[in-house]
């Protein structure tokens, strides 16, 4: 009997001595490479979840002169329609110095989307962030004054919705009477009022968030970073999972939403996603003179969709995430649970800033920081070593 107990005993701790890393937090022993815009970074550790997100898109709108219209291509991924003519913007704040204008010059009353994007399949899950700016001298579209809000509904961010008319609203064109899921992020409502998270449903999915601090969702003559993840569990809250973030200059505004949202609802003709626009929609009525009066910029586009959407690498300026006021998401290339290569993104980042790298892994939970490094910087070891000299044979 103590021989039996005692092989249990031993059987127990070999088990609890084997690494577990499927189910450990995200941790970073070693990151090696050039810390620079497009170049590539290997980073080593565990945790990390043994594959990463499809990314479907990331444009840093770097292509295309001041001024010029752009291309649906862009650096990972090709939007599927632009639905107005979209501008290059130029300016010094923006991520490599350029952005997308969305407003186009003289636009008449209407309703306006920027980049539309059609996912290759249907999918319950999906991580969009995005970067929103009005550049100073520029007003709000539909706003009477610079750095005063409209007093109409006239922003959405992020849209993710499925069908092509998931955007309309409950049933609209929809002849079984149906219904089409879609989600809102960073939603300017009217007034000062912002929602973190919506719908344009009549009965919103999930809660109709309205931060506590309605000036910390926007930060005036500076870039704001928008993120927004949704993974549906059916009709269920009950381990549904999601977040919205805002980071910028004023601040960063968090909210997890774990099994407290359901995305879905019975009767919508498939609960997930299969396209989202970037900007979802902005508002422009008589009177508004457009560009250069009113001007809303895009930046730093990314997007994964699928199993996984919410694992990602991002550079941050403090060590603690929470704290972080500026953030520019990588795009991995190769990733297993112990090792992630990236392509570095500078996002509002310049040559010299202090940073600090985060993994976080497909749960949305963020490790440790891994610095401060240096933007722009070469760290690890990154070369072959010499052969060695000085040898003799036994």
């Not at 752009?70 to 300016?91: E, M, P, Q």
């Not at 007034?191 to 999915?205: E, H, L, Q």
């Not at 969702?217 to 809250?237: H, I």
């Not at 980042?349 to 490094?373: H, Q």
Request: hydrophobic residues 35%; contains cysteine; negative net charge.
């Amino acid at each position: 009997m103590q021989n039996k107990i005692f092989k249990i005993i031993i059987s127990l701790s070999i088990f609890f001595l084997l690494p577990h890393s499927s189910e450990a937090a995200p941790a970073i022993d070693s990151v090696s490479g050039t810390i620079s815009d497009r170049q590539s970074v290997t980073i080593a550790g565990g945790g990390f979840g043994e594959s990463g997100p499809n990314v479907a898109m990331f444009d840093d709108f770097e292509r295309g002169n001041d001024g010029q219209a752009l291309s649906a291509a862009a650096n990972i991924g090709t939007y599927t329609s632009i639905r107005n003519t979209v501008y290059s913007f130029a300016d010094s704040k923006l991520s490599n110095s350029k952005g997308a204008r969305i407003i186009p010059t003289g636009a008449s009353i209407g309703d306006y989307a920027g980049f539309a994007k059609t996912f290759a399949a249907p999918t319950t899950e999906v991580f969009m962030t995005s970067i929103g700016y009005i550049p100073n001298g520029h007003r709000w579209p539909n706003s009477s004054d610079l750095r005063t809000y409209p007093d109409s509904s006239c922003l959405k961010h992020h849209w993710a919705y499925y069908g092509a008319n998931g955007y309309q609203g409950d049933g609209q064109g929809i002849p079984d009477g149906g219904t089409e899921p879609d989600i809102i992020s960073a939603m300017k409502i009217a007034g000062d009022t912002w929602a973190r998270v919506s719908s344009n449903d009549t009965t919103p999915r999930g809660n109709f968030d309205l931060t506590d601090d309605k000036d910390a969702m926007w930060d005036w003559d500076e870039p704001v970073r928008f993120s927004f993840w949704a993974k549906t569990n059916g009709v269920s809250a009950v381990g549904s999972d999601g977040l919205f973030q805002k980071v910028g200059p004023g601040g960063q505004i968090y909210a997890r939403y774990k099994d407290q949202k359901a995305w879905c609802r019975a009767g919508d003709l498939y609960c997930g996603f299969d396209r989202a626009s970037f900007p979802g929609w902005i508002r422009v009525i008589a009177g508004d003179p457009g560009f250069p009066t009113s001007n809303y910029v895009i930046d730093d586009i990314y997007m994964a969709t699928g199993p996984n959407a919410a694992a990602r690498i991002e550079l941050g300026n403090n060590p603690v995430y929470a704290n972080c006021t500026k953030m520019a998401i990588s795009t991995p290339t190769a990733w297993s649970d112990s090792a992630v290569t990236a392509t570095i993104r500078e996002g509002l980042f310049k040559s010299g800033d202090s940073i600090y790298l985060f993994v976080v892994d497909a749960n949305g939970d963020a490790s440790p920081a891994y610095g401060p490094m240096t933007f722009g910087s070469t760290i690890g070891d990154t070369t072959a070593p010499e052969a060695p000299t000085g040898l003799g044979v036994l």
